[in-house]
Nanobody, 123 residues
Framework: VQLQAFGGGLVQAGGSLRLSCEASGRTFGNDAMGWFRQAPGKEREWVSC????????YYAFSVEGRFSISRDNSKNLVYLQMNALKPEDTAVYYC?????????????????WGQGTQVTVSS
């Protein structure tokens, strides 16, 4: 199982970025997929999750209303559209997947982590 996140970069506050994550190694259509982030000197933080069965989406309070998660099961891709970015959104963003659903995925105990992509928001 491999997860590769991309799409990070440098953006000014108020701007937007779209992260993508490509999953490979097996079919992920039945798995929850999501995103975590980790800022320098801070603990890893859950950001968002999308369920496999009915595409319900969940967000951390800090990003709700600004970020949007979606998926394309035909391509094994998950996306994170990030709008109205703030300097405090600066972090390395990681995509994750877990066949046990979003509750487990949010706990951070999943075995399936991708390489991160850096997002830097300047003030």
């Amino acid at each position: 199982v491999q997860l590769q996140a991309f799409g990070g970069g440098l953006v000014q506050a108020g701007g937007s970025l779209r992260l993508s994550c490509e999953a490979s190694g097996r079919t992920f259509g039945n798995d929850a997929m999501g995103w975590f982030r980790q800022a320098p000197g801070k603990e890893r933080e859950w950001v968002s999750c999308i369920r496999a069965d009915n595409d319900n989406t969940y967000y951390a309070f800090s990003v709700e209303g600004r970020f949007s998660i979606s998926r394309d099961n035909s391509k094994n891709l998950v996306y994170l559209q990030m709008n109205a970015l703030k300097p405090e959104d600066t972090a390395v963003y990681y995509c994750v997947t877990d066949p046990r659903g979003c509750i487990v995925l949010r706990s951070g105990t999943t075995d399936y982590w991708g390489q991160g992509t850096q997002v830097t928001v300047s003030s």
